[in-house]
């Protein structure tokens, strides 16, 4: 199965490190490629486009540092929400050309337009989907790599099985595939390369890092969480998401009669102010039992991916 060419001799596990809203900054980007996995951030995570050009440029540098001192840092790369209601994404979009971003994460909407302008400097486009409607649409603006959001992801998740959104994709799609959902050891990576993935996508697991901008009492809790923690509801931001049942309860929601009515108390119009008091994680939090650093954690899935690889080949 393909994986593009730019990630070729640079990656030490098949990994992208997911952007993660609030939660991806430029110290967890830098220690994930340092370590052989593909970093990422949303530029919204800034909160302008001057500051996401001061976090792009920060981490160029620093990769480049390592790189010049013998290093092989994975690639970077950055999500970008291509949605009416993204009012700097024209902006964000020139900013990402400018400094020639490797990898470009789209959500929310597949525009040819924008797959073209990272094309032109030879960057690659991955877009996530939740579903085949919208990997075929995906697919038809030219993305190189489908982002598969199945069932138990952190943040806007799907609802279908990766033994049925793995298959159905690639039987229509001839580029990289992605699975994201409940990965929190490296069996995982090697599962969702034996499923027919070329990628693994992992997110809560490097919430729970010294690295992350989560707050402390984020990280603590999915330390202490499991799968039946979690709550998969539209009521946060409006499109059905995975979220913490503690922190929605600590937010003065009831878990078990969220409203999505508009009007109602329960819609918050405001997503990043949602978010940052109602956190999200995946199922795969019952496997999360420490907060170590970036690299460490790095390297341990690494020596996990391979032993998984060495069990698996041994029940053939």
Same mark, same amino acid.
């Given at each position: ?35 052989g ?10 909160r ?15 990769l ?15 999500n ?6 993204n ?21 929310l ?20 989907v939740?579903?085949?409607?919208h ?12 982002? @598969?959001?199945?069932? /138990? *992801?952190?943040?806007?998740? #799907?609802? +279908? $099985?990766?033994?049925?959104? =793995?298959?159905?994709? !690639? @039987?229509?799609?001839g /580029? *990289?595939?992605?699975?994201? #959902?409940? +990965? $929190?050891?490296?069996?995982? =990576?090697?599962?969702? !390369? ?29 330390v ?20 913490l ?50 690299a ?21």
């Open positions: 199965m393909p994986l593009p060419s730019q990630f070729h001799g640079l990656l030490t596990a098949p990994v992208i490190v997911a952007p993660m809203f609030l939660v991806s900054g430029p110290d967890l980007v830098v220690e994930t490629c340092r370590s996995f593909a970093g990422t951030f949303p530029a919204l995570n800034q302008t486009t001057a500051g996401y050009e001061e976090w792009l440029a920060e981490i160029r540098d620093r480049q540092a390592f790189g010049a001192a013998g290093g092989k840092p994975a690639p970077f790369g950055v970008i929400i291509v949605h009416r209601s009012a700097r994404l024209q902006a964000d979009l020139q900013a990402t050309v400018r400094h020639r971003v490797p990898l470009v994460i789209t959500s909407g597949a525009v040819k337009d924008v797959v073209d302008a990272i094309h032109s400097y030879g960057g690659l486009v991955f877009h996530d939740t579903n085949l409607h990997a075929r649409k995906a697919a038809a603006a030219g993305v190189d790599g489908l982002i @598969a959001v199945a069932a /138990g *992801a952190g943040g806007h998740a #799907g609802t +279908m $099985s990766p033994f049925a959104l =793995i298959p159905e994709i !690639r @039987a229509f799609f /580029g *990289a595939i992605v699975l994201s #959902g409940a +990965m $929190s050891e490296g069996r995982h =990576i090697a599962a969702a !390369r034996i499923m027919g993935a070329d990628l693994a996508y992992m997110g809560t697991r490097f919430t729970a890092t010294r690295e992350s901008l989560a707050a402390p009492g984020f990280k603590s809790m999915i202490d969480s499991h799968a039946a923690d979690i709550v998969y509801t539209p009521a946060v931001s409006g499109i059905p998401a995975n979220f049942r503690p922190s929605l309860i600590a937010a003065g929601r009831d878990p078990d009669d969220l409203s999505v009515d508009r009007n109602s108390a329960m819609h918050l119009e405001d997503e990043a102010k949602a978010w940052k008091d109602i956190w999200s994680a995946g199922q795969g939090v019952g496997g999360i039992g420490d907060i170590p650093g970036a460490d954690l790095c390297a341990r899935l690494v020596r996990e991916y391979k032993d998984a690889l060495a069990e698996a080949g041994k029940l053939a």
